[in-house]
């Protein structure tokens, strides 16, 4: 095709409607093969007509960012997978993760609220470390998600200044802590099953095991009580190993067992700590300790609370 030619098409492509764009676009680059230049030309433009058009819920991002495309501004990237879209880490994270206790919970999320109006509410808290949104495969969220911040300080700061925080006018959301689970509950085990066979067997079928804890029945010291706890290295493991290991996908020991997630160790906040153990002996404290957590609910693996003080 004669470079007139190619200059008419791809200058006309810069004023097609979005409709009209993928026949006549592919048809150009199939005739401009033999140039470069012009293939280049007309991808790029058709491209840009559909980065304008493509996602109606991306109005408060630059024209040519969509939502889940990072900007260049940002450091971060961002991943959808498994029902949820992952916001982070740092790409120049270089430390160890955050430990545990840097996470929130946010509920109550409108079903059309995305990431570039809930992660600058949460960055004015401070830095962030990850972003997770639950997602729907129509494209709305689940109505819920998680911040990691990269300190306790911050994450406690969150949850006192955004819980009921109006994201919108008339729309507020919920924000407390969450601790994330890394121990599932294993049942129906063999009774003359020791600690030792339960690792190598969960280790068999699942990564990520770090330990396992059994208890021996009350009238034989010599057999376990038919359950155990296997602790793993990560909440993603133990994630993974619980859909694995789910009823009708796989027997040990030529049985079924039951697996569910063990109730997660409770985290004592240190300003409630303290108040209590100032003005209580310590014998007398954890029952006044646990009366100020309030336990709201768990999902996917995560327990959340309040500290009302």
Request: glycine share 6%; hydrophobic share 35%; charged share 25%.
């Amino acid at each position: 095709m004669p470079l007139t030619d190619v200059n008419q098409v791809t200058a006309s492509l810069n004023t097609l409607q979005l409709r009209e764009v993928p026949a006549l676009s592919s048809n150009s680059v199939n005739h401009l093969t033999p140039s470069r230049q012009a293939k280049a030309a007309v991808m790029s433009a058709s491209t840009g007509v559909l980065g304008r058009q493509g996602n109606q819920n991306a109005a408060a991002l630059p024209p040519e960012e969509g939502i889940g495309k990072p900007r260049e501004s940002i450091k971060y990237s961002i991943v959808q997978e498994n029902g949820q879209r992952r916001y982070g880490p740092p790409r120049n994270w270089r430390a160890e993760p955050p430990p545990r206790g840097c996470e929130v919970f946010i509920g109550k999320i409108p079903r059309d609220c995305f990431e570039e109006e809930l992660i600058p509410v949460f960055e004015q808290i401070g830095p962030i470390y990850m972003f997770r949104l639950m997602m729907e495969f129509n494209g709305t969220n689940r109505g819920y998600g998680f911040c990691v911040y990269t300190n306790r300080e911050d994450t406690k700061k969150a949850v006192q200044t955004l819980d009921n925080y109006e994201i919108r006018k008339g729309k507020t959301i919920g924000v407390c802590f969450s601790v994330d689970n890394c121990r599932l509950f294993v049942g129906g085990i063999p009774k003359n099953k020791t600690r030792e066979e339960i690792m190598v067997e969960m280790r068999r079928v699942t990564e990520g095991v770090k330990d396992v804890i059994s208890y021996p029945s009350v009238t034989d010291k010599s057999k376990n009580r038919g359950f155990a706890f296997v602790e793993y290295e990560s909440h993603k493991a133990a994630a993974m190993a619980r859909r694995k290991l789910m009823p009708g996908k796989i027997q040990l020991w030529n049985q079924q067992i039951a697996v569910d997630w063990a109730e997660p160790e409770r985290e004592v906040n240190e300003d409630i700590m303290s108040k209590v153990l100032n003005n209580t002996d310590e014998k007398s404290a954890w029952p006044n300790i646990w009366a100020k957590i309030d336990v709201k609910s768990r999902c996917e693996g995560h327990q959340f609370y309040r500290l009302n003080c």
